[in-house]
């Protein structure tokens, strides 16, 4: 059974930084794609960074500089480093993997999903 475990949420105020992990099982997701989404309330899951097996990235424009995803092949784990965190990032934040190759950029080329980590920023 895959199962994708986030961890690393919480609440900070503007400013601040949070890490998010995701550690995988089940499967090994080295050379497909992994990614992060988030959903605020009211709103719809978008995509907020994805990585390839290679170390390529994708960043929605609202994150670029301020976020920074990372992923460790061998431990079939994925980070996101969120730095300068602004209200409007407040969201459940999701992980993602492929379990075929795909666009980077594209939600369905991800079919694995974790249960999802709350953040929340203060203002």
């Known amino acids: 059974q895959v199962q994708l475990v986030e961890s690393g949420g919480g609440l900070v105020q503007a400013g601040g930084s949070l890490k998010l992990s995701c550690a995988a099982s089940?499967?090994?997701?080295?050379?497909?794609?992994m990614g992060w989404f988030r959903q605020a309330p009211g709103k719809e899951r978008e995509l907020v960074a994805a990585i390839s097996s290679g170390g390529s990235t994708y960043y929605a424009d609202s994150v670029k500089g301020r976020f920074t995803i990372s992923r460790d092949n061998v431990k079939n784990t994925v980070f996101l480093q969120m730095n300068s965190l602004e209200p409007e990032d407040t969201a459940v934040y999701y992980c993602?993997?492929?379990?075929?190759?795909?666009?980077?950029?594209?939600?369905?080329?991800?079919?694995?999903w974790g249960q999802g980590t709350q953040v929340t920023v203060s203002s």
């Open positions: 089940g499967r090994t997701f080295g050379n497909k794609p």
């Open positions: 993602a993997a492929a379990s075929s190759y795909g666009f980077l950029n594209r939600a369905s080329t991800y079919n694995y």
